[in-house]
Each structure stands twice: as structure tokens, then as C-alpha cells.
């Protein structure tokens, strides 16, 4: 089966302290792609990242870096010095193909609270 | 650059009334394109997919039907709303179906 678990449900921190979002996924797939999105207050779903499923490369991007490690089926987010503008829902999300089109199985989410 | 929009932003409705949301993408032809919902508690769910006109998969039998009558457009719809139909509607497109989909800014209905 397809799944996405984001075992946090809410994470509180305070401004400039490092905080990792975490991610397991479970797929039967070879290949496969997963995803990172945020969701602020306004509720549009922004993409933030994507990773294909032969390429275990950690990224960074700015504040933002990703590790994925297919030994433990997991793709973690951190954020390095948080600011009060990262506050927002983040999903982990797995793209599955079948019949023609992609599904994205998406996480729970986690909701980040970036206090000043 | 491709940008994708929704109307109506919000919806307020009354049980048994009937549905019309609609999703447009800019800037790209023959995008694949999806509806998803977001319940209360923020799981997200897909409902229907579309990989070109009048070509339409549905994930969720239920109430709502979904279509797509031009390349770039793509309409939710139901005859007869449900309380368990209020939620936050995203429509999403993407290139091919392994592409990243990227979202609209949605459309939060409440079925009164």
C-alpha cells in the first residue's frame, strides 16, 4: 500500500531555532517521486521540492534542506534559523502512477509555529 | 509562465443545492489536470483527474462529477449538495502525469 506518515502533528519553536519536519513513506513502486509542500494561512499548497526516487542527493536550498534516505524510507525537511514567516501546514507527499494519471498521497501534516 | 486560477473563492450553500466550481490553467496546452479536497484536519484526498478533454477518472464514487469541456478548464460540479461536501477544494496541473502538480489557490465551500 501507498502511504505517507507525518508523525508530528504540531511543532513550536521559537524564531532562529533549527527544526526538522519528518517523513516516512511506505510504496511497492521502484519508481517513485516525493514531494514537499506549505500551506499558510491563506491555503494555497506552494511546492517546494521534489525528489525522484534514484536520486538520494540531500538538497539545500537557502534556510531549507532536505534529506532523503531510501534505507528508511524517509524524506526529512529542515529548516535552519526558523523565521515567523515559515509558519504554516507542510506536507510530505508520494506521487503513485496508475491508469493514466499521478496520485499524490499525501501526509497528515505538520503544522509549524514560528513564535518571535 | 503558467498560472493557474479558481473561482469562487468561497461558498457558502444550502444542503440539496446544486454545485459549479471552476479551475483554469494559463499558459501551458494539454496540462494534466486534478481536484483534490481538503476535509477538516487537513488530509488531503484526490478526487478526479483528467489527462484531456472529456477524458475524466474518478478516484471517490460520491457526489460530485467533474468535466472538462476545453483543454484548460476543468469544472467540479454536483446536482445535490451534502453536508460532508463542505471542505477546501484545490484544482492542480501538471505537465505529464510524473511531473510536480502545482495548486490552485482553492475554493472553500460550507454546506449549510
Known amino acids: 500500500a501507498q502511504k505517507v506518515t507525518q508523525a508530528q502533528t504540531e511543532i513550536s519553536v521559537v524564531e532562529k531555532e533549527d527544526v526538522t519536519l519528518d517523513c516516512v513513506y511506505e510504496t511497492r513502486d521502484t519508481t517513485y517521486y516525493l514531494f514537499w509542500y506549505k500551506q499558510p494561512p491563506s491555503g494555497e499548497l506552494v511546492f517546494l521540492i521534489r525528489r525522484n526516487s534514484f536520486d538520494e542527493q540531500n538538497e539545500i536550498s537557502g534556510r531549507y534542506s532536505w534529506n532523503f534516505q531510501k534505507s528508511t524510507s524517509s524524506f526529512n525537511f529542515t529548516i535552519t534559523a526558523s523565521q515567523v514567516v515559515d509558519s504554516a501546514v507542510y506536507f510530505c507527499a508520494l506521487l503513485t502512477l496508475y491508469n493514466q494519471g499521478g496520485k499524490l498521497i499525501f501526509g497528515q501534516g505538520t503544522e509549524l509555529s514560528v513564535k518571535p | 509562465s503558467q498560472t493557474i486560477h479558481q473561482w469562487p473563492a468561497t461558498l457558502v450553500q444550502p444542503v440539496g443545492s446544486p454545485l459549479s466550481l471552476e479551475c483554469t490553467v494559463e499558459?501551458?496546452?494539454?496540462?494534466?489536470l486534478y481536484w483534490y479536497r481538503q476535509a477538516a484536519g487537513r488530509g488531503l484526498q484526490l478526487l478526479f483527474y483528467?489527462?484531456?478533454?472529456?477524458?475524466i477518472s474518478s478516484e471517490v464514487p460520491q457526489n460530485l462529477s467533474a468535466s472538462r469541456p476545453q483543454d484548460r478548464q476543468f469544472i467540479l460540479s454536483s446536482k445535490k449538495l451534502l453536508l460532508s461536501d463542505s471542505g477546501f477544494y484545490l484544482c492542480?496541473?501538471?505537465?505529464?502525469?510524473?511531473?510536480?502538480?502545482?495548486f490552485g489557490p482553492g475554493t472553500r465551500l460550507t454546506v449549510l
Open positions: 483528467s489527462v484531456g478533454i472529456g477524458q
Open positions: 499558459g501551458t496546452s494539454n496540462p494534466n
Open positions: 492542480a496541473w501538471s505537465v505529464r502525469v510524473a511531473d510536480t502538480q502545482y
